[in-house]
T-cell receptor, first 115, second 114 residues
Framework: AQTVTQSQPEMSVQEAETVTLSCTYD???????LFWYKQPPSRQMILVIR??????QNATENRFSVNFQKAAKSFSLKISDSQLGDTAMYFC????????????FGTGTSLTVIP | DTGVSQDPRHKITKRGQNVTFRCDPI?????LYWYRQTLGQGPEFLTY????????KSRLLSDRFSAERPKGSFSTLEIQRTEQGDSAMYLC????????????FGNGTRLTVT
């Protein structure tokens, strides 16, 4: 079974600063994908960034980037130049390739951007 | 692309009643998933469909839960004889199943069992 662990239930950051959210996972699979999803208060969950395990290069999407350490099974999310709209729950998710493309989610990190 | 839509947004019901939720996925997505999310937790997988076929069900899905996707388009999730422990947000998501692709979520249906 796959498990995803987010060890930081809550975090805060000053507007315009940088923050890093941590995520670790446990799997015996070799082919898989990792995602960060954002869930603003009372709004739907949206995809922030994805990483294919076979790619060594860390994914980047504008102000969002990841630090993917496959051997350590670590997948952290860095948010640069934090904005008030970044305030949300952030979920790390693991997807193994195969039947169902089953997703496994962590318990989330609540991020508050302070003006 | 109008996104994934779920109906209703909120449902309050008394213990023992039956409830049914509906999900309309993104039209070209052939995979549809149901997740349950409780406060302070991440989404937990319940079941998923590829087209009209229900291919996997979680152990979380007791006999009181049933899901259908009769024509491979919209899906319904029914909970019979609701219990207070069923109170949660029920999320629907869809994806293109030809290759690994991200889930696109709806706004969810918040169920409160009194």
């Amino acid at each position: 079974a796959q498990t995803v662990t987010q060890s930081q239930p809550e975090m805060s950051v000053q507007e315009a600063e940088t923050v890093t959210l941590s995520c670790t996972y446990d799997t015996s699979e070799s082919n898989y994908y990792l995602f960060w999803y954002k869930q603003p208060p009372s709004r739907q969950m949206i995809l922030v960034i994805r990483q294919e395990a076979y790619k060594q290069q860390n994914a980047t999407e504008n102000r969002f980037s990841v630090n993917f350490q496959k051997a350590a099974k670590s997948f952290s999310l860095k948010i640069s130049d934090s904005q008030l709209g970044d305030t949300a729950m952030y979920f790390c998710a693991f997807m193994k390739q195969g039947t169902g493309n089953q997703f496994y989610f962590g318990t989330g990190t609540s991020l508050t951007v302070i003006p | 692309d109008t996104g994934v839509s779920q109906d209703p947004r909120h449902k309050i019901t008394k213990r023992g009643q039956n409830v049914t939720f509906r999900c309309d996925p993104i039209s070209e997505h052939n995979r549809l998933y149901w997740y349950r999310q409780t406060l302070g937790q991440g989404p937990e997988f319940l079941t998923y469909f590829q087209n009209e076929a229900q291919l996997e069900k979680s152990r979380l899905l007791s006999d009181r839960f049933s899901a259908e996707r009769p024509k491979g388009s919209f899906s319904t999730l029914e909970i019979q004889r609701t219990e207070q422990g069923d109170s949660a947000m029920y999320l629907c998501a869809s994806s293109l199943g030809d290759r690994p692709s991200p889930l696109h979520f709806g706004n969810g249906t918040r169920l409160t069992v009194t």
